[in-house]
């Protein structure tokens, strides 16, 4: 066991409301409910070979693919769960084109909650690790009118208050932050007791790594620099540490937990292989922004190849984006590739 198992999820947020003189709790019933929901996410899909959840529903998303069965589900109990808690306005999910609202019955607050509800949904039916990311906003102050907006929603990511994910694998872990330097921490699920407990404090992703993570699939769809970049990581030359481990799961929420503490590099360039999708595949509001802001103050770095993810302004709710993420001195070789001054 880790130093400082034995605190629960529910202790810690209650301590770092304590340290800020302005909080009122709204936050942090907010992230309680948010934690029930993954709970009963990850029961689904302990059980998800026993019942009838597993394959796909014959419908496909916004992003233009298959919907899972469990991917409903999931993104069913986050909205229902988090809708009556009265303190957000809207929320904005991967599975729904548009926006979230508030049904009129509940209270609303100040909050908005962006969410991948089933990360990784093409790995479900062969047991391997998925997971649930989110993002959380504050309506800005400007906004006047009574409905919800897009535009308020269209926030860059380094205006995220807190950002997370839960990993549905071995065990069910939930890492988030709130940012402020507040750090990084991991819970993990412990079933007996059905509470999540602090297993991984104040993480800190290593400088440089060892391992790179990307789909070698799409290889022959890269721009050359792409290539190159590729190519580097698996070069030999001793002096840089190379070459680097190749390891890839498919499902970004593992990739990014195994290369948050371990080290690395998760890559998901742009390519030509979909013509629908010229920068890439991964949601920049669901995906790229909360995982940036985690790695961020873990001390690691996330770039769209030519600059931070953070201070992208989303033009779009569902909008792609590349993703470069891991530690700081890969994902800066890597955006010196990208950007054109790599050697």
């Known amino acids: 066991m880790r130093k400082g198992v034995g605190t629960t999820i529910t202790e810690h947020i209650l301590r770092q409301q304590r340290q800020n003189p302005e909080a009122t709790g709204a936050f942090s019933t907010l992230l309680n ?71 009129s019955q509940y209270p609303r607050g100040d909050y908005i909650l962006l969410f991948d509800p089933l990360d990784g949904s093409s790995n479900i039916d062969v047991n391997v690790s998925i997971g649930t990311i989110f993002g959380i906003y504050r309506r800005p102050e400007t906004s006047s009118d009574a409905e919800v907006m897009l535009d308020d929603v269209l926030q860059p990511g380094n205006r995220q208050v807190a950002a997370g994910y839960f990993i549905y694998g071995s065990s069910t872990i939930m890492v988030y932050t709130t940012g402020r330097g507040t750090g990084v921490h991991g819970f993990t699920l412990y079933p007996s007791v059905g509470e999540f407990l602090l297993s991984h404090e104040n ?63 998760f890559m998901y360039p742009a390519d030509l292989k979909d013509p629908k999708k010229p920068t890439g595949k991964l949601r920049l509001m669901v995906e790229a922004n909360p995982l940036a802001m985690v790695v961020r103050e873990a001390g690691g770095y996330a770039s769209d190849g030519h600059g931070p993810i953070l201070d992208i302004q989303p033009e779009a709710l569902h909008q792609r984006t590349p993703l470069y993420i891991g530690s700081k001195k890969d994902v800066e070789t890597a955006e010196a590739f990208i950007s054109g001054r790599g050697d």
């Open 33 to 103: 409910e948010l934690i029930v929901a993954a709970k009963v996410i990850s029961r689904e899909v302990n059980k998800a070979g026993l019942v009838d959840i597993l394959g796909d529903t014959g419908k496909v998303n916004i992003q233009d693919e298959q919907v899972q069965k469990l991917d409903v589900f999931a993104n069913n109990v986050i909205v229902r769960r988090m809708q009556h808690v009265g303190q957000l306005c809207c929320m904005g999910s991967e599975e729904v084109a548009d926006l979230i609202e508030i049904p």
């Open 203 to 265: 993480i800190r992703i290593p400088e440089k790594g060892k391992i790179y993570s990307v789909n070698e699939g799409n290889y022959a769809h890269w721009d050359e620099k792409t290539r190159a970049l590729v190519d580097y990581f698996k070069a030999k030359d001793r002096d840089t540490g190379r070459p680097y481990t190749s390891r890839y799961v498919g499902s970004l929420v593992a990739d990014f937990h195994r290369n948050l503490l371990k080290g690395g590099i």
